[in-house]
């Protein structure tokens, strides 16, 4: 998050893979089913008084926009309802879904779908925001042309860093394929060092409940989400709820290995109960038959910190300059 006898074994890291993507194309713009990148948008704003969506509301984190098809379309209405049930499983991440049409057809739509105020679905008039995003037009669809199908991605600084434009109706980019173009793009040189169980962290143990209720639980398999790559659990969808908010907060100090040993510079594995909370950083340590390294560390908690901190920046960088 000083000592631990060198039969302590350094346990190895384990990687998330990522997916074999194309990168981003810079121009012209897409056709049907590329991934590109068109022309910075800059901050925007999507919707009517009442249901708006200001861009600058997601800086610091992944924004997606999902552009539906301009006419009734149920495979857009599902479409909504799957994105959203889906997306908690994604941390730092916003997204919102937008359509082409007039008011009373759109609200027909947020009534179909039982909408209520937290549901993400802004009307986008006369095609503004499919235009400034160079979104193309031409498909026929029922005798009209009109914009495919598309979803684009921004980064936390708002710069476009993916784009998937359906070839049709049928052809939307799916949430799996999603979540891995995200976990490729936000994945870093600190995820890469993690202390990670087949891209697990904490060993299941919920980060939140360190922070929030001052204790080490364990999180439940179907209550998790994934950030930059890696996979956390929780014990309550509040907590994942949490976490997905703000999950820097939450990530445990170096990559969740044992900050005593980190003080020296060596990966050590973790006992998750072992953890201690300090000026709102977690740190977890070894606990086994070596004893318990949270000892040690309270000992001299401001003087091992600096340490480790060195070292784990160190650790960082060096990986950074491996890729």
């Not at 891995?180 to 994945?187: G, H, N, P, V, W």
């Amino acid at each position: 998050m000083h000592r631990i006898p060198a039969l302590v074994t350094c346990i190895a890291l384990s990687v998330v893979t990522r997916p074999a993507l194309a990168e981003p194309a810079a121009s012209p713009p897409p056709a049907p089913g590329a991934e590109a990148s068109a022309a910075e948008p800059g901050p925007f704003t999507v919707g009517d008084p009442g249901r708006r969506f200001e861009s600058s509301s997601a800086r610091g984190r992944y924004l997606v926009v999902h552009f539906l098809l301009s006419e009734d379309c149920p495979l857009c209405s599902r479409l909504v309802s799957d994105y959203s049930a889906a997306a908690p499983t994604l941390a730092g991440v916003t997204q919102i879904f937008v359509k082409n049409t007039d008011p009373t057809r759109f609200n027909a739509t947020l009534r179909s779908l039982n909408a209520t105020d937290d549901l993400p679905l802004y009307r986008d008039a006369d095609g503004a925001l499919a235009s400034r995003f160079r979104i193309p037009g031409g498909y026929k669809f029922y005798g009209r042309e009109i914009a495919f199908p598309a979803a684009v991605v921004l980064d936390p600084a708002g710069k476009e860093v993916f784009r998937y434009v359906g070839k049709a109706n049928t052809d939307r980019l799916a949430f799996g394929t999603l979540a891995s173009t995200i976990a490729r793009l936000s994945r870093d040189e600190a995820s890469d060092e993690s202390n990670l169980e087949k891209g697990l962290a904490l060993k299941g143990y919920d980060p939140v409940s360190y922070l929030a209720d001052g204790r080490a639980e364990e999180g439940k398999d179907a209550i998790h989400s994934s950030f930059k790559g890696i996979t956390y659990r929780f014990a309550s969808e509040s907590h994942r709820a949490a976490f997905n908010t703000e999950p820097d907060k939450y990530v445990p100090a170096y990559g969740g290995w044992c900050a005593t040993a980190m003080a020296e510079g060596r990966k050590v594995e973790i006992d998750p109960k072992s953890f201690k909370v300090t000026n709102g950083r977690v740190f977890v340590f070894y606990k086994g038959l070596w004893g318990n390294a949270i000892n040690d560390w309270n000992k001299d908690e401001p003087g091992l910190t600096t340490q480790a901190d060195e070292r784990w920046s160190k650790l960082v960088a060096k990986k950074g300059g491996r890729r």
